[in-house]
């Protein structure tokens, strides 16, 4: 069982930036893509960015293209994900994900997930 573990969120203005990190100790990290998604309240879950195994391929979705940065350190075996000019629609609870999953954006082709991190966008 891959455990992974979410950090960085909280509450934050308008325009601000915010790191999130996802952290594990599986030792086979690096055979796994890596997935951020997010689900706000009332919401159904949503991709926002997913990095390849070994780091060459990203994708983003469409609403944080241009403001997210999604990238990992396979030495220390952690997932990033910058996110810049925050906006309130931001606002979710932001889970990563690992996987081997045939769509990087595919929620449900991942095979673990983390406990969430809460993001909060005050405007």
């Known amino acids: 069982q891959v455990q992974l573990v979410e950090s960085g969120g909280g509450l934050v203005q308008a325009g601000d930036s915010l790191s999130l990190t996802c952290a594990t100790s599986?030792?086979?990290?690096?055979?796994?893509?890596m997935g951020w998604f997010r689900q706000a309240p009332g919401k159904e879950r949503e991709f926002v960015a997913a990095?390849?195994?070994?780091?060459?391929?990203?994708l983003y979705a469409d609403s944080v293209k241009g403001r997210g940065t999604i990238s990992r350190d396979n030495a220390k075996n952690t997932v990033y994900l910058q996110m810049n000019s925050l906006k309130p629609e931001d606002t979710a609870v932001y889970y990563c994900?690992?996987?081997?999953?045939?769509?990087?954006?595919?929620?449900?082709?991942?095979?673990?997930w983390g406990q969430g991190t809460q993001v909060t966008v005050s405007s």
């Open positions: 994900a690992a996987g081997r999953p045939q769509s990087l954006r595919r929620g449900y082709e991942y095979a673990y």
């Open positions: 990095i390849s195994w070994g780091g060459g391929s990203t």
């Open positions: 599986e030792r086979t990290f690096n055979s796994y893509a």
